[in-house]
């Protein structure tokens, strides 16, 4: 196993370095059912958030992850920091690696910048949380380990992506590990909601969700953001639910076994329908446990001692 | 002001390449102006300056339409003098200071303001006024103030003139003072936050883009605002195949129309973002292959007029921005002879067309700059090794800025010496003040 220094974007892994953290995880879905769900993997290393955009959950989720391993946190936000006082971007990222930190696990509404905090960084890991439409790795990490969890493989699979692809650093991460580990990605949008070319995306298209949901095995629904609506995107929430939105209607269109998938915070009632939410397929809160074990095996992959977890 | 107790200056061994044609020739230059050119001049004087252009193309200064050089108000990113120091290692007599400066150039005193600068730089320093007050949009100008103080171009750049009716009247109001207006093509609502050329690389990188078609609208309007009008316009930094083709056109169909593109929009493209960092931040942005060969193709064809530099420093720290936050531009000056020379398929008079003459017509410097080396003429001369092979190194420019695209990039063809009003400003490749 390879151990890279940074997790930028999926096209770091590759197929291989994507089952290398997956396999990593089932390691450490085991850790987190012990009683006492921690190891000393990273005692002594220092995993600091940088995060510059508000994200309670995937902060959290790293934190646990990295106080599982045993390493020492610290917490970075803009609203407590010197970034308020006009510290520029690059004097902020120097001096919280002056301060001897392992990894920085960076979030910023400006897509790229965990490239140039990687680029800056002398010595330590830098991992991408969530950078603009961009990319969101670790996020795509977990959606493949929870559909391998229940289907054992993606390859051959038929996943449709629906909702806000254009402004979703998360259907840009996931196109990119469905697609490597064997699935076939359908993004399911108005036109409006989609990137202005999709040009080398491995993903066919479709604007028609009642054509494409009998004909897959997940429906992975996208966060719609209600200011969509100021910007001409969409003529109203009513008619993206009517069109797009998984309402208990369409839902009965899905095959018995198709999974349904969302990475949070859903607005119910827009781009899924509570009770569809809350049907035993669905494995959204499934995502959000196996968050913080594959977080577990991207930090230990990235900073861990190398050695084959000889931690258990 | 030509330095009447200068020595001499004997340009020894070299081909004089300008608007007449090309010829092997020395030249002698007294007093501010060219005294003689032909075989085997001799200086005569004891005194006598000799700089040496065995292998170099002798030919008028080289004129930029386009230079941001900040003062006043940015001084922490340039000023007019070092700002001039790097026209002059770039082969430039004369530059085109934009007005998006603070305050703007938009009333007669900061244009004075400007050109008192540029007494003592180390080239020409002319100025273009805004058309609109505080390049707002709104209100015109006045453009008759700035124009008997000798500006000869407007533009509000940095951004178009976004409402059509005051662009008529600008032009219109402008038919009567033999100046010319520059319009930055750019429709606002359309490129409305773009942070990259819109396409499949802003796709892929999750930035939002700016179509070319927000470019070619404002063309496509310009020109038939100049068709209603029949003034002059003149077109900055045109990106894309579609804006070419629209000028071409118009050229054809006899509309009095120039245009322009930048060194970067012919020699990098928007897969350049990658790697998201801001120097490679421009606007109009970078954009594809496409638009990049018929930029070349432009240049080749006559439908653009000239190569304007864009020179937009700016400081380190704004430039270690996240990229939607960093500002656009890059630095330009000291690369555009060397990249224009290696990358355009070109011989060097046509090169020198698009860098000289035809850019020093366009500002109205005819007569001062870019004219044909004849005795008598102003000594505004540079001299060009188009064999020299060199690296890009950013750190060691005479601009105050650092923010250029082209580090450790090979470049063939550099100056040698520039020589502005008779003073050799620099000698060698080196600056003399």
């Known amino acids: ?312 | 002001m030509p330095s009447t107790d200068s020595p001499d200056v004997l340009i020894r061994g070299g081909t004089v390449v300008d608007e007449t044609g090309s010829r092997p020739a020395d030249v002698l230059i007294r007093d501010g102006a060219i005294a003689a050119v032909g075989p085997n001049l001799d200086a005569g004087d004891a005194n006598a300056v000799t700089l040496d252009a065995a292998g170099c193309a002798v030919s008028p200064g080289l004129v930029d339409l386009h230079t941001h050089l900040r003062e006043p108000g940015r001084e922490e990113a340039e000023t007019v003098e070092t700002g001039s120091r790097a026209a002059a290692l770039g082969g430039y007599t004369a530059v085109i200071a934009m007005p998006n400066t603070d305050p703007p150039i938009d009333s007669a005193s900061v244009v004075r303001q400007v050109l008192d600068l540029g007494v003592t730089a180390l080239c020409e320093v002319r100025v273009a006024g805004a058309i609109t007050v505080g390049r707002a949009g709104t209100q015109l100008a006045p453009m008759a103030e700035m124009a008997a103080l000798g500006v000869k171009l407007f533009t509000d750049d940095g951004t178009g003139v976004q409402d059509a009716r005051l662009m008529r009247r600008a032009l219109e109001y402008a038919s009567a003072l033999n100046v010319t207006l520059a319009q930055h093509c750019e429709d606002e609502s359309l490129a409305a936050g773009g942070q990259m050329h819109e396409g499949e690389w802003s796709s892929r990188l999750g930035l939002p883009g700016t179509p070319a078609e927000a470019e070619e609208l404002m063309v496509g309007r310009d020109l038939a605002l100049c068709r209603l009008t029949g003034t002059p316009v003149h077109f900055l930094h045109l990106s894309t195949a579609g804006s070419i083709e629209l000028v071409r056109q118009a050229k054809a169909a006899g509309l009095p129309v120039t245009a322009e593109a930048a060194p970067h929009h012919f020699t990098l493209t928007d897969a350049d973002v990658a790697g998201y960092d801001p120097v490679f931040k421009v606007n109009p942005p970078l954009r594809t292959a496409t638009d990049v060969a018929a930029v070349k193709a432009g240049l080749a064809d006559g439908t653009l007029d000239a190569i304007a530099t864009d020179h937009a420093p700016h400081p380190q720290e704004a430039k270690e921005a996240p990229f939607d936050q960093a500002p656009p531009g890059m630095v330009g000056l000291e690369t555009a002879l060397g990249l224009a020379i290696t990358e355009l398929a070109l011989p060097i008079g046509a090169i020198l067309a698009l860098l000289s003459w035809q850019p020093a017509r366009i500002a109205g410097l005819t007569g001062q700059h870019g004219s044909p080396l004849v005795e008598g003429a102003p000594a505004n001369l540079c001299v060009i090794d188009p064999a020299l092979t060199w690296l890009v190194e950013p750190s060691t420019m005479a601009t105050k800025s650092r923010n250029c695209p082209y580090a450790g990039r090979k470049l063939t063809g550099r100056v040698r010496h520039t020589i502005l009003r008779g003073e050799p400003v620099v000698i060698d490749g080196e600056a003399q003040r």
């Open chain 1, 1 to 312: 196993m390879t151990q890279p220094r940074h997790l930028l974007s999926i096209t770091d892994l590759g197929a291989e370095g994507i089952q290398d953290v997956m396999r990593l995880t089932d390691s450490f879905v085991e850790v987190s059912e012990r009683a006492i769900p921690k190891v000393p993997a990273l005692r002594g290393k220092t995993v600091v958030s940088l995060f510059f955009e508000d994200s309670t959950r995937t902060r959290l989720s790293f934190e646990t992850a990295a106080k599982r391993l045993s390493a020492d946190t610290m917490n970075f936000s803009v609203s407590t920091s010197s970034v308020k006082k006009g510290e520029s971007l690059r004097d902020t990222v120097e001096t919280i690696e002056a301060m001897g930190v392992d990894a920085m696990v960076v979030r910023h509404s400006g897509a790229g910048v965990p490239w140039q905090v990687a680029a800056w960084s002398r010595g330590s890991s830098v991992i991408n949380a969530g950078d603009g439409w961009h990319e969101h790795p670790t996020q795509a990490l977990l959606d493949c380990y929870t559909i391998r969890q229940q289907r054992q493989s993606l390859e051959g699979l038929r996943i449709a992506i629906v909702g806000d692809i254009r402004h979703s650093r998360v259907a840009r991460s996931d196109v990119l590990a469905f697609s490597a580990l064997g699935a076939s990605v359908t993004l399911v949008a108005p036109p409006t909601l989609l990137p202005p070319s999709l040009a080398g995306w491995p993903a066919e298209v479709s604007h028609d969700l009642d054509e494409v949901a009998p004909k897959c095995d997940v429906v992975y629904l996208l966060r719609l953001q209600r200011e969509r609506m100021q910007e001409a995107l969409l003529p109203s929430l009513r008619e993206y639910t009517a069109t797009y939105g998984l309402t208990r209607a369409r839902a009965r269109l899905l095959k018995d076994d198709a999974l349904i998938m969302h990475p949070g915070p859903v607005n119910r009632g827009v781009e899924i329908a509570a009770e569809v939410a809350d049907r035993p397929n669905s494995v959204i809160t499934r995502q959000v446990a196996n968050g913080v074990a594959v977080r577990m095996a991207v930090l230990f992959l990235l900073i861990g001692s190398g050695v084959d977890l000889a931690v258990h």
